[in-house]
């Protein structure tokens, strides 16, 4: 069993950066990747960013593309999303999530692996 514990949610004013990091312990497969979503109250989870955890090939959704960065330390099981250029927009309940297929993927209902969640606030 494969369990994600997330770490890194605060608050910030509009421009600062903030690192959400996300651990993953069990038996980690050869096949892992995982991704980042975010979920504002009463709507969807957005696609944030992916990560293949053998090639660390990245993938990211168009609102964060070019202030976020996915990355992995294989050696510890952890995934980390740096955030820069935060926007209040930003502001969402942000999940790490992994599955057993090295694919990208970018639909809520391909991950099998699910964090608590994290809370990202940015203040105008």
């Known amino acids: 069993q494969i369990q994600l514990v997330e770490s890194g949610g605060g608050s910030v004013q509009t421009g600062g950066s903030l690192r959400l990091s996300c651990a993953a312990s069990?038996?980690?497969?050869?096949?892992?990747?995982t991704a980042w979503f975010r979920q504002v109250s009463g709507k969807e989870r957005e696609f944030v960013a992916w990560i293949n955890w053998s090639t660390g090939t990245t993938s990211y959704g168009d609102s964060v593309k070019g202030r976020f960065t996915i990355s992995r330390d294989n050696a510890k099981n952890t995934v980390s999303l740096q955030m820069n250029s935060l926007r209040p927009e930003d502001t969402a309940v942000y999940y790490c999530?992994?599955?057993?297929?090295?694919?990208?993927?970018?639909?809520?209902?391909?991950?099998?692996?699910w964090g608590q969640g994290t809370q990202v606030t940015v203040s105008s």
């Open positions: 069990g038996r980690i497969p050869s096949n892992f990747a």
């Open positions: 999530a992994a599955r057993q297929d090295n694919r990208l993927a970018m639909t809520t209902a391909l991950y099998m692996y």
